[in-house]
């Protein structure tokens, strides 16, 4: 009776131990992988600014999701604007013969032709007399976007070129008071793109010009 | 002997028991409370962007940190520029009296009284015919890495407002090929503020301005 009980002592013993084990090399590796690697939000976001590039190649064929697109257009117009005016208006661009007009005709645009998709990020004139800051803040907002989703995007200018402007207005059948910004290209990444590091302390100055940081 | 050796288990199994017990409650508070939380990079940087709003009202006398001034404008010359030109120039000012002297004279910013702190975004015309759209691109990351650092800012407009920018270039002696495009008051969020929902469907157009997505 008794030598039954000490192995059923044993038997619970190791199974303890077994457990122990167990749960301490779960509480490890959950620290290892889970814990240590989420940075802060403050930290994302930071990084996410600094890690935004110019993409100009996209993997052919793959497109970008309705759901990001969404995405992407939603984070533009959670911009800021002069007199809270609002004045953007957005034109998603896949229709094939599109892209590539504007890829053959905008001379920075090239990359359209290779584009699954393109955002046009437009201001309406009779909304405000310097829409094209408002579009500015829109189409930043755009770009950091899609380097959140992990896409790749550039920004090609239209304004202040009107013959750029033409070009545009033309294939997306603009009203004369919706003038075109910028059109970005954007797509899944193709090859490898680092940012640049561009923070320069010359051009930091301290209450006035000619006093350095 | 042999009860000894069953007192001997007893003692063994309870200790594991109890170390099984506190392992797992580790575990348990670790998932609830560390790995819960963080969102991911993507969740972070898009909640930044949508959580961004025009703050007034600055904790008065509390400073932002030199740190996190530099964070700021370091995120701010990450933005985007035409042909890589990079043509901002960034003034920091904390001098009382110039903040005062803007607050005053500049109609919709004067809340720079109650700024610990302001940053003027400027362009050099030398370096681009459209320093105020690269510029634009600034302020929007300026605007949301405060944001992330959990401070608070407004945008408000020097550019295209002659006796406005006239302001500016008096109070911080800015070069005659330097033009303000916006003051940026900042400090520690005092209140309750709450980011506008502005996403709006009608704004979204599908290739050409009368199709809707």
Redesign the interface.
Known sequence: M??S??IV??V??LL??A??IV??I??KN??KT??ME?????E???????E?K?VRDYIPGKEISKEDLE?I???G????S?R?A?P????????RE?LDDMGERLPYAKMLKEAPVAIVVCGDTTQS??W???C??V???I???V????LGAV?T?A??YQDRMDVVSE?????EN?KP?CVIPMGHVKGEYK??Q???PS????????TA?
Chains 1, 2 share one sequence.
């Not at 994302?44 to 600094?50: E, G, K, Y």
């Not at 117009?77 to 800021?80: F, G, I, K, R, T």
């Not at 953007?88 to 229709?95: F, G, H, L, R």
């Not at 051009?203 to 000619?210: L, P, R, S, T």
């Open positions: 008794k030598n009980t000490t002592y044993q619970l013993c303890f131990i457990l122990s749960l301490f779960r509480l959950v620290k889970e814990i989420p940075i802060s939000n403050k994302a976001v930071l990084a996410n600014i600094h935004r110019s995405t257009v939603k984070a117009m959670a911009a800021p002069g809270d609002r953007w208006e957005i034109i998603v661009v896949d229709q599109i007399s310097y094209e800051i408002d500015s803040a189409t930043e907002n770009l950091l976007a380097e959140a989703l992990g920004w200018a304004y202040p294939n997306c059948k603009l009203p919706i910004l940012p640049k561009k923070y320069d051009k930091v100055h301290y209450n006035q010009w000619d940081l």
